[in-house]
Nanobody, 123 residues
Framework: VQLQASGGGVVQAGGSLRLSCVAS????????MVWFRQAPGKEREFVASISTSGYSRSYADSVKGRFTISRDNAKSTMYLQMTSLKPEDTAVYYCAADLYYRSIPTVEEMDRWGKGTQVTVSS
């Protein structure tokens, strides 16, 4: 599967954005899907994950209550709805595909990566 993230941009603090990750290939529905982000000078970190059916979801503490991950297997697309954005959410956001559902996914465990999309939150 190949992944392509989009939807990033510049938004003021308190605003919202919705990121999308479109997958090519027929195996999207068999992958656990994950969002990571990487801020300048920092390591890539887990943001949110969603199981193959969409029933199970996990979030980093820093985004709980503000971000919502979802997926549409018929469209081979995953989403990240981001609300109440803060300047510290500024980062390049990456989507990834995992073979297993994990409580806290790590970079090393991902099977596929997409190119990132920049999110900038101004204060």
């Amino acid at each position: 599967v190949q992944l392509q993230a989009s939807g990033g941009g510049v938004v003021q603090a308190g605003g919202s954005l919705r990121l999308s990750c479109v997958a090519s290939g027929r195996t999207f529905s068999s992958y656990v899907m994950v969002w990571f982000r990487q801020a300048p000078g920092k390591e890539r970190e887990f943001v949110a994950s969603i199981s193959t059916s969409g029933y199970s979801r996990s979030y980093a503490d820093s985004v709980k209550g503000r971000f919502t991950i979802s997926r549409d297997n018929a469209k081979s697309t995953m989403y990240l709805q981001m609300t109440s954005l803060k300047p510290e959410d500024t980062a390049v956001y990456y989507c990834a595909a995992d073979l297993y559902y994990r409580s806290i996914p790590t970079v090393e465990e991902m099977d596929r990566w997409g190119k990132g999309t920049q999110v900038t939150v101004s204060s």
